[in-house]
């Protein structure tokens, strides 16, 4: 097993090299996957200390009840890198366009239900308007809450790849 693993190991690294990450190399990437799984050797694989060993048996045999009763200040079950890898890659890429799409799209719902709120709330029987104010409020402070998380991202410079930008637009 281990020998063919590194071959499928060296075909898949070399049509990375070859032609990058397209999808002509996810035969490789399969095929070499399909033998770590094989050979048991994904993540720690052989180089797993035993009391981890022990430890990865005994998540496999809990119950789903007992997974979940982790203490919050216990280490979790993976780590931050795994999450990362994990998320495509597609995700990390900033686009002025679509960044922008998202900041119209929540103006244009905030002004929507401003308008809705002016026009139609004051028409209601003064009950009914009662129940809409609060209503109106929960709605509006919740797309408003989309416009103060994209500045936020601004400031992290995830909005755009762009620092200025970033920062006239935070």
């Not at 002004?111 to 409020?137: H, R």
Request: glycine share 6%; charged share 20%; proline share 5%.
């Amino acid at each position: 097993h281990f020998c063919r693993f590194k071959q499928e190991k060296k075909y898949y690294l070399a049509c990375l090299k070859l032609i990058g990450a397209q999808p002509e190399c996810r035969m490789f990437l399969k095929k070499y996957l399909e033998c770590r799984m094989e050979s048991d050797i994904m993540a720690a694989g052989g180089r797993m200390m035993e009391k981890e060993r022990e430890k990865q048996e005994l998540l496999g045999r809990a119950s789903a009840g007992e997974i979940f009763q982790r203490a919050p200040t216990d280490k979790p079950a993976f780590t931050l890198a795994q999450i990362k890898k994990a998320i495509p890659p597609h995700c990390f890429q900033c686009s002025v366009i679509r960044s922008f799409y998202y900041v119209v799209y929540d103006l244009v719902i905030i002004a929507s239900l401003l308008y809705a709120v002016l026009v139609w709330i004051p028409a209601l029987p003064s009950m009914q308007q009662l129940g809409a104010c609060p209503l109106y409020w929960v709605v509006q402070g919740c797309v408003m809450n989309g416009i103060w998380v994209i500045a936020h991202e601004c400031g992290h410079h995830a909005f755009s790849d762009y620092l200025l930008l970033d920062n006239m637009e935070a």
